[in-house]
């Protein structure tokens, strides 16, 4: 394939890249046009959030340590209406860090200082198994009303649940907690949210009608309820389902 040619199918992405150092943010700015992206650029967390809203970003490039809100709280509050891919960048090494920005829905982790190939790579593996998965237009759907991550399959049209091909018999409000997070895997949904989502009312202290509800998921589709694999807690913030391949 041509340089020409690579371009031309990558004009299609837009890539939104959100860091306060302007000399990393230009620097990563020419690397994804290289590529033949459209860049979009953040400086904080708010400009992020605002473009994130406002333009059909496809992927996001975000980095922890930034002014008025940061990278994780942007992530999150973009969780909430996106399921984008979002690669983090930190000038930190610690696990924590990169365990915190998975853990509230990142898909990748880059430490800086960073090679501009293995950025590019992964800038490209994102999009391919985001165009994969069918959520070019923001669905996560291969199929229309089929929900897929790693072995588990949710069709809302049959109002079924399978993992790795074997139905799993789920009550009413089972499914629609399950097909929720499923839809959306890998955003994190907060306690209230599943609730008005599910039960379609206002939610009043449903904290232990939502954990008895998740307690029982797991134990149908978990090896290790314990240790799962699928639904996981976000602690202090809620639930998700986790976006496998």
Do not use: C
Not at 19 to 26: L, R, T
Not at 113 to 123: C, D, S, Y
Not at 167 to 173: E, G, N, Y
């Amino acid at each position: 394939m041509t340089m020409a040619s690579n371009e031309n199918l990558n004009g299609r992405f837009n890539v939104l890249v959100a860091d306060d150092d302007k000399e990393i943010a230009h620097a990563v700015e020419i690397y994804m046009k290289t590529e033949g992206y459209n860049v979009f650029k953040a400086y904080d967390g708010f400009q992020a959030l605002e473009i994130a809203e406002k333009e059909d970003i496809h992927l996001i490039i975000m980095d922890i340590m930034m002014p008025k809100i940061d990278g994780i709280q942007a992530t999150l509050k973009i969780r909430e209406i996106k399921n984008i891919p979002i690669i983090m960048l930190s000038a930190k090494s610690e696990d924590y860090d990169k365990i915190r920005g998975l853990n509230i829905g990142a898909d990748d982790y880059i430490t800086k200082p960073f090679n501009p190939l293995e950025l590019i790579a992964r800038v490209r593996s994102q999009l391919r198994r985001y165009t994969n998965l069918g959520s070019i237009s923001g669905d996560v759907s291969d199929t229309k009303g089929i929900y897929r991550t790693g072995g588990l399959v949710v069709d809302d049209d049959q109002k079924t649940v399978t993992l790795d091909g074997e139905l799993i018999a789920m009550t009413p409000r089972e499914f629609g907690i399950i097909k929720l997070l499923t839809k959306s895997a890998g955003r994190v949904f907060s306690i209230e949210q599943i609730y008005e989502e599910v039960w379609n009312e206002v939610a009043y202290n449903p904290e232990n009608t939502v954990a008895v509800h998740i307690r029982r998921i797991r134990e149908k589709i978990e090896i290790e309820p314990k240790n799962p694999k699928y639904l996981k807690v976000v602690w202090g913030i809620g639930y998700k389902i986790e976006k496998l391949q």
